[in-house]
T-cell receptor
């Protein structure tokens, strides 16, 4: 597609439910990143994919968070048993070059609210 | 882990002023990004630097690898430049980006 596409744009869920967030990167971009931005806070790195593998998962805050990428394209971030502190905007970015040494293109984000 | 410090945290200036935002980091990097985030809006990449200087329109970004420091300059600032400017670095033991806390810039007409 023309840009990085994320869905859903907004998600409201109850505490304890599982949620899936989707990122469709720019075609041909091999590097894909997930970040989150909590209200009034800065950006926080979650996970980095190069192709289908995730060389850096260091930012995932707990084992309730997982992500996968299939076919070197679409990625899904899954949060199990959501907690209120998971409320944030989850952002995806892609890049043509490995290791974020190329220009980054960001999606509009998925706003997650956990009640 | 890389520590990224931005200054100032908040900056209010008058239209037309020359703006400088600074970013310092603690560990050697492979690249540095300057990002712009408008209120309620998405994030746009302004520059990616690994050395030297880049210019795009009224925006100039410089990096000094030895001093572990980068600056973002805005010439002839305009109210539409009002946004949060974020410095992010690549490297220092991680493939993902490490972000500064951002500089909230307001340009008053």
């Amino acid at each position: 597609g023309a840009g990085v596409s994320q869905s859903p744009s907004n998600k409201v869920t109850e505490k304890g439910k599982d949620v899936e967030l989707r990122c469709d990167p720019i075609s041909g971009h091999t590097a894909l990143y997930w970040y989150r931005q909590s209200l009034g806070q800065g950006l926080e790195f979650l996970i980095y994919f190069q192709g289908n593998s995730a060389p850096d998962k260091s930012g995932l805050p707990s084992d309730r968070f997982s992500a996968e990428r299939t076919g070197g394209s679409v990625s899904t971030l899954t949060i199990q048993r959501t907690q209120q502190e998971d409320s944030a905007v989850y952002l995806c970015a892609s890049s043509f070059r490995q290791g974020a040494v190329g220009e980054l293109f960001f999606g509009e984000g998925s706003r997650l609210t956990v009640l | 882990k890389n520590e990224v410090e931005q200054s100032p945290q908040n900056l209010t200036a008058q239209e037309g002023e020359f703006i400088t935002i600074n970013c310092s980091y603690s560990v050697g990097i492979s690249a540095l990004h300057w990002l712009q985030q408008h209120p309620g809006g998405g994030i746009v990449s302004l520059f990616m630097l690994s050395s030297g200087k880049k210019k795009h329109g009224r925006l100039i970004a410089t990096i000094n690898i030895q001093e572990k420091h980068s600056s973002l300059h805005i010439t002839a600032s305009h109210p539409r430049d009002s946004a949060v400017y974020i410095c992010a670095v690549v490297g220092g033991g991680a493939d993902g980006l490490t972000f500064g806390k951002g500089t909230h810039l307001i340009i008053q007409p």
